[in-house]
T-cell receptor
């Protein structure tokens, strides 16, 4: 079974530039998550999709971050304009069922490492 | 104060040692408790998943949850160099998102 795919793996940009990350979840997984992991910290949820609808985006900085999951499969996360503090690894995860289910193991992709100069 | 606290380490042990990793938390509504392992430049992978208080064993790994003390532990027996990684605890309420600890970096020396 193929895992969660993410691209690019690495990205270096200057502050105030824009950047986009792409995620392809495991086939058949209804729920997709984007996390931000700053160096030395645990992942922090940015946004959760159930199919193509947003379930939770309470921790997404909406003034600069946006995400979409058209057709309920692939997803993109965009930052515009980027700030120095956005330097982090952006992880995408997917699960077969929603977060409220008892067994909802989240499978993580390898992440995209963003450096903002 | 963070909802989930975890000692960042690093924790260095000799091969074959028993490793104890711990997290404390403040939200009494957490019901599901997980341990993830994260190798360098990789995404986290689920190691153990427990619901409510008690112990769960899987091979060399044992997870313990003490809800009365708001304390969870992961024990690794007969540790191997391949166990060297960052270990993240995570927990959630019945219908809510995962909250992760900051991770403990473990180094097992041959």
């Amino acid at each position: 079974e193929a895992g969660v795919a993410q691209s690019p793996r690495y990205k270096i940009i200057e502050k105030r530039q824009s950047v986009a990350f792409w995620c392809n979840p495991i086939s058949g997984h209804a729920t997709l998550y984007w996390y931000q992991q700053i160096l030395g910290q645990g992942p922090k949820l940015l946004i959760q999709f159930q199919n193509n609808g947003v379930v939770d985006d309470s921790q997404l900085p909406k003034d600069r971050f946006s995400a979409e999951r058209l057709k309920g499969v692939d997803s993109t996360l965009k930052i515009q304009p980027a700030k120095l503090e956005d330097s982090a690894v952006y992880l995408c995860a997917s699960s077969l069922v929603g977060a409220g289910a008892q067994n909802n193991e989240q499978f993580f992709g390898p992440g995209t490492r963003l450096t903002v100069l | 104060q963070k909802e989930v606290e975890q000692d960042p380490g690093p924790l260095s042990v000799p091969e074959g040692a028993i490793v104890s990793l711990n997290c404390t938390y403040s939200n009494s509504a957490f019901q599901y408790f997980m341990w993830y392992r994260q190798y360098s430049r990789k995404g986290p992978e689920l190691l153990m998943y427990t619901y409510s208080s008690g112990n769960k064993e899987d091979g060399r790994f044992t997870a313990q949850v003490d809800k009365s003390s708001k304390y969870i532990s992961l024990f690794i027996r007969d540790s191997q160099p391949s166990d060297s990684a960052t270990y993240l605890c995570a927990m959630r309420t019945a219908g809510n998102m995962l909250t992760f600890g900051g991770g403990t970096r473990l180094m097992v020396k041959p």
